[in-house]
């Protein structure tokens, strides 16, 4: 069974560019959650999905988006990307909107540089 | 206030030995779940164990096992006969159970050097 994947694994934008990452997430999962990774502020939550709602949203400015199809895959969009922007975008995927289960787990992530 | 609290940034360990990485966390709703995940210089977030709060038993996953002590509010995780490729950051987080969500919140991490 595939695991989560996302694509780009690496990917060099300029300030005041817009980026967009994907993530497939395992078979026959629903839910889509994001994160962002800094050295600075840790790990941090960014958005999640369920059947292409979004559920809940993290404490982050509005350049930051994301959506969900019906096959379950998802898209986040950084628009007017800032230094501060460069981290690791981790998702995550589950089968259930709540999971209990444990069965939560993540793609290798999107490592972003903004130069 | 911090949720989820990992008190030690680094921590070494001898290969072979056993390893407690400390996680206490905060919450007062009574249904949520606890995660540990290793992180290796790759990025990549491996989950290693789940424990939920009305689960009886202490959760293990071969050479890992949680500690859970709900009184306390901790959840350690437990590593017995550590290996070199244990070598990695690893990651306490909690979901709590209120509404429809899938939202981890993380502590900061332990760094863990197995050393031969």
């Known amino acids: 069974k595939a695991g989560v994947t996302q694509t780009p694994r690496y990917l060099i934008k300029t300030r005041g560019q817009q980026v967009t990452l994907s993530c497939s997430p395992i078979?026959?999962?629903?839910?889509v959650s994001w994160y962002q990774q800094t050295p600075g502020q840790g790990l941090q939550f960014l958005f999640e999905y369920f059947s292409e709602t979004q559920r809940n949203k993290g404490n982050f400015p509005g350049r930051f988006s994301g959506r969900q199809f019906s096959n379950s895959r998802s898209e986040m969009n950084v628009s007017t990307l800032e230094l501060g922007d460069s981290a690791l975008y981790l998702c995550?995927?589950?089968?259930?909107?709540?999971?209990?289960?444990?069965?939560?787990?993540f793609g290798e992530g999107s490592r972003l540089t903004v130069l | 206030a911090q949720k989820i609290t990992q008190t030690q940034p680094g921590m070494f360990v001898q290969e072979k030995e056993a390893v407690t990485l400390d996680c206490t966390y905060d919450t007062s709703d009574p249904s949520y779940g606890l995660f540990w995940y290793k992180q290796p210089s790759s990025g990549e977030m491996i989950f290693l164990i789940y424990q939920g709060s009305y689960d009886q038993q202490n959760a293990t996953e071969g050479r890992y096992s949680l500690n859970f002590q709900k009184a306390r509010k901790s959840a350690n995780l437990v590593i017995s006969a550590s290996q070199l490729g244990d070598s990695a950051m690893y990651f306490c987080?909690?979901?709590?159970?209120?509404?429809?969500?899938?939202?981890?919140?993380f502590g900061t991490g332990t760094l863990l050097a197995v050393q031969p």
């Open positions: 995550a995927s589950s089968l259930r909107a709540a999971d209990n289960t444990g069965e939560l787990f």
């Open positions: 987080a909690m979901r709590e159970g209120r509404g429809a969500t899938n939202k981890l919140i």
């Open positions: 078979s026959g999962h629903r839910s």
